[in-house]
């Protein structure tokens, strides 16, 4: 009954083949009288470890590794036996031009969760519009509808905030460097496809309008980065005569009114962290607060330990010592988890850790333990809080290194710990906390004598800081805050300079930037500027964290892949000299600069 | 009392020149003690006449001809006297730098209604933030938020619409030259900024989203186009298993709920019209149907006329002779508007336009007259309901040009009408009329015998003419629907191809177009697509119908110039070869174009 096309590739009973399934959706009655006992698409959970046989078009193939079969309802993943009983099939399959007619049985198996393979993910990218049929997408993508709509009502239907569009073709900002250019018919001249609409929403509130927000696409050429869009959306707010607690209660209600009912309720205020707590007691600016392993500070029992070059670390300005304690680690870890923890704090921060492991009878176990008179063993175990099968991981030196060394471990051994059957946090939970008193700059990386905005040069100095400002700018903390929702962070705003005086100073003074490029923003504030002040709130990434998806392509309806590409569409795609002409621009191809340089 | 900082160009007393006002804000008691009467940007139509004296920064100068005068509160254009008189006011202004301070005095004026300056428009485009605090602005962008929410209200809480979010970095769409390109970093490919998610909301039916909107940016390179924004909003829909009557009966519904009250009620179901009777009695596809002025068709009466011109042409398949008769155009108009009428049909449409005049004594003026009998007179009198001083234009020729001709010497007879004082149209009133049964295909116009879309290549075929698809596609109507309100397009629509098959017969032996760069489109409609139709409604043109603004950049917080420039913040703009190089382009620039055409 089954009409070959091109040629029959392995038939009933001649072999078999490893199956996981694909995608799922509306399943009419479709195979009664056929060869087939399921179509592609139709395999769920419940069909795994089942004998199934199907028919369709060979959709895609891959090296003689794995190949798509695709019919009228879906895709289903074929994994073709790499063993060398089956190996004329795999020559079989490996020649066969795609759109040739199989019929294909073999075992239903469902991919390991966590380890998708990369190349189907290409796939359903490819297929997005039938993994929209999937209910996760559905609810993801109506529930994201939903929260938008409440967001909007609050804003728009109880405050009086005003929805207002602004450009996305503009030009570079100074620094824009991450931003997609679109070349125009002006010779030479191009937009910028802003990362914000900061700028816009500064000039409203310069304009009058007083209260605006807008749903914003924002874009950010970031080349290859995980979980990182090309464009994406902020919830952008910007408000008039407003101080920093005036937006934090804004969006404190903006997100309770919002928040979907079955991940609900949210306990208002949420708390107030500086980023000094947040570095020293969590190593990060965005702290994870659903559980503790707290960093704590253990110079003080350290620095009494005849260790040379812990003292000598321990009397630089910035020396410390610190630890974070892994409750139940000696249990839960394995002697290699702790190791690559060590490696990974080495490699990344290129800080050295030392473990200290509490025996069942309450000694220690350590490195260090020779150095530690019992006195000094007895106050690390009060100060770390140590029980009998923890395990401390203790770093000494720079504190801001030592802080994010501890932050990183900190983190990845929850993972651990959870993965080996900890319940360590909530999935439940909800804990937001505010993150406030930035720096306002810090040392450029490339170039520590000079001085960059912690995050743009429109954020306010802190009111208590200001004549720092002129003094000693490395000083000053700024009005800047970030909202943190579980250890990722959803926001981040400031009050923004309303003083041309003072704005011109930072960018010409503070930041040696030529200001020409932001002259009309600097004209516009001369023209008399609100105090005025906002936030951005990261949607994406909010929408998957409320229903608990691990990537925000799984809240976005046709996401790019990690290389920035719509697969489904093959975007972007090559375009004639001709279409070039017009924007006075032409390609550079690679092989081409190659010989030039050749020459 | 006045502090001088370069020089004072001219004093009190010593010179007059012209005021026109600027931008009018809130003005505190600031002119008591000083050397002036008012401050820049306080004036107002009230001080129209008045001498007052202002003092301030030459912020802008053009070529001795006007120049911007700044102070803290806002910018007064000095229009310079240009007789020889004052030749040496001139010539000092001419060259004063920028920046220098003076002190005018001078009779204010206001700009003449509808001849605005370009380049005072362009200083309030360069000073937007300025403008955007006008009470008109304001009232505009506040109404513009209320009436989107509302729709929002209306599509998302009553009706179970989905907000969804498309990408705007996409790809070419076959005949899309009007697409902005954005350069990727992989060298040779770019990304497409679309003119419509028009693609996007297919494929979100085919993904079983069922109901999806979208408040949509739009982009479309047009070059300098009056009116025209490079970036626009649709209010975007689609629905699944919905027909044409469905979406209008939506879209009346959407409107009658997000109306201003104080520019309501609407009354629905609104008329349709087809496109046939549109051409045929309004001579285009978008009639404004607030008067009458009707298009007659006088054929029947004029072949019996003794020209041989005139009953050659009605012998043509589309021969016809037409007319619209202008009430009182003998009164209101003048000779002089009559010829420019004659003219315009002339230069435009390539189309001879003779006019007959109802004298006093209701006898006929006109060149015709004497191949005219009486009989045919009375005849003519009767069929276009002539009366004393009524002016007829006629056409005789080609169906589709001499209606096309009138209808549009009706609209500007009727802009003639009113500007010498006869109220045609209510300004109060609302006229929204549906344009439906559209030709699916049009003759291309640089080769008559090739066809392509009337509007695009998704358009369903009328269910009646589907046949005629396949045997003589020129005849197939399309399920194309415009909305049309005052005259002025404001969405349009059509129930979509939902068969792969028959939208593939369409790309390929209708249009002969390469379907590959639509494939995922055609495979996406292999999988299972619903019946499918939608609507585009363009938010910038309907709310500036609402707030009776001639111009859409009245209704957009930060638009772009004719040329698509933003003068606020100078974009487009040069970037540097370096930004470039991740792009792989570089810019041809066109004087080294030429020099490689000599070599």
């Excluded at 994201?144 to 207002?164: A, I, P």
């Excluded at 929403?201 to 080349?223: S, W």
Aim: hydrophobic share 35%; aromatic share 8%; charged share 25%.
């Amino acid at each position: 009954m089954l009409r070959l096309v091109r040629r029959v590739l392995f038939q009933r009973g001649t072999e078999r083949a490893r199956l996981s399934s694909g995608w799922v959706h509306r399943a009419p009655d479709v195979n009664s009288f056929a060869a087939r006992t399921n179509t592609c698409g139709e395999l769920r959970a419940a069909h795994v470890g089942q004998e199934v046989t199907l028919c369709g078009w060979i959709q895609y193939q891959r090296q003689g590794l794995f190949l798509v079969l695709r019919d009228f309802q879906g895709l289903t993943q074929i994994i073709i036996p790499q063993d060398e009983a089956h190996s004329h099939v795999r020559k079989l399959l490996s020649n066969a031009p795609v759109e040739s007619v199989v019929r294909v049985t073999g075992i239903v198996s469902s991919r390991p969760p966590g380890q998708e393979n990369p190349k189907s993910e290409a796939l359903r990218m490819q297929y997005r519009y039938l993994d929209l049929r999937s209910s996760q997408l559905q609810y993801n993508l109506r529930l994201r509808s939903q929260v938008v709509m409440r967001m909007r009502e609050y804003l728009c239907n109880h405050h009086g905030f005003v929805d207002v569009e602004t450009p996305t073709l503009f030009k570079r900002t100074p620094g824009g460097a991450k931003e997609f250019l679109v070349p125009s018919r002006e010779a030479g001249k191009f937009y910028s496809l802003p990362q914000s609409p900061q700028q816009f929403k500064q000039l409203l509130m310069i304009g009058g309008l007083d209260r605006y927000f807008q749903v914003a696409r924002c874009y950010r050429d970031e080349g290859s980065r995980p979980d990182r869009q090309p464009e994406f959306t902020q919830i952008d707010i910007e408000m008039s005569f407003v101080d920093q607690a005036g937006i934090q209660r804004l969006i404190e209600g903006l997100l309770q009114y919002s928040w979907p009912e079955e991940r609900g309720p949210i306990m208002t205020p949420f708390p107030t962290m500086t980023y000094d707590e947040a570095l020293a007691d969590y190593g990060t600016d965005k702290p994870d607060t659903r559980f503790g392993m707290k960093i704590v500070d253990i110079s003080d029992t350290l620095r009494r330990l005849d260790i040379g070059f812990v003292q000598n670390v321990l009397t630089y300005p910035h020396g410390t010592a610190k630890a974070i304690c892994i409750p139940q680690g000696a249990r839960y870890l394995k002697h290699k988890d702790l190791e690559s923890l060590k490696e990974a704090a080495k490699s990344r921060f290129n800080q050295e850790i030392m473990d200290v492991i509490c025996r069942p009878d309450g000694s220690l176990k350590s490195l260090l333990t020779k150095f530690l008179g019992e006195e000094q063993q007895s106050e690390l175990i009060r100060v770390l809080n140590m029980q009998v099968d923890d395990v401390v991981l203790l770093a000494v030196g720079d504190h801001k290194r030592v802080c994010s060394a501890l932050g990183s471990l900190r983190l990845e051994s929850a993972d651990l710990l959870e993965a080996a059957g900890m319940v360590l946090r909530d999935p439940a939970a909800l804990h937001f906390l505010w993150v406030v008193d930035f720096p306002l700059f810090l040392p450029k990386e490339e170039n520590p004598s000079e001085l960059e905005s912690a995050h743009h040069p429109f954020t306010a100095p802190h009111p208590l800081d200001t004549d720092l400002l002129y003094s000693d700018p490395t000083k000053v903390r700024s009005q800047h805050y970030d909202l943190v929702l579980n250890g990722s962070e959803i926001g981040g705003g400031s009050i923004r300079i309303h003083n041309a005086e003072q704005q011109r100073f930072v960018l010409e003074k503070v930041l040696k930037e030529d200001s020409e490029v932001l002259s009309h923003l600097l004209e516009a504030l001369e023209f008399g500027a609100p105090p005025h002040g906002g936030i951005a709130l990261g949607l994406d990434r909010l929408i998957s964290l409320i229903v608990g998806s691990p990537s925000i392509r799984d809240v976005i309806a046709f996401p790019k892949s990690f290389k920035g590409r719509d697969l489904m569409g093959n975007a972007p795609d090559y375009v004639t000299p001709e279409e070039l002409e017009p924007y006075h621009i032409h390609v550079s191809w690679p092989a081409a600069e190659t010989e030039a340089k050749k020459n």
